[in-house]
């Protein structure tokens, strides 16, 4: 019983922390429009390009940090080889 119960709790506390992209792109829009920029123009649409791209390099520097690169600290392609 108890289990299932922390079970419960940790599966809602897991889906709790998900967005969706359609909520990551209006709380990106609403970033952008609290800068002053209009929906539209092409200001907003570079606003918006921006906020995307530093989520990529986050998550590009995190991968290298965390994980010893793109492939894991392999090495593949990188002119080193373990063999």
Known sequence: MK?????????????????????????????CRGYGFRAGTDAFAQCMQEIDLDRAASRRAFA???FGGPYGGIG????????
């Open 76 to 83: 593949f392609g990188y002119g080193f080889r373990r063999w």
């Open 3 to 31: 289990t299932g119960l922390f079970v419960a709790l940790g599966l809602a506390a897991l889906a709790g922390g998900c967005i969706t992209i359609e909520e990551r792109r209006a709380l990106d829009a609403e970033q």
């Open 64 to 66: 290298y940090r965390e």
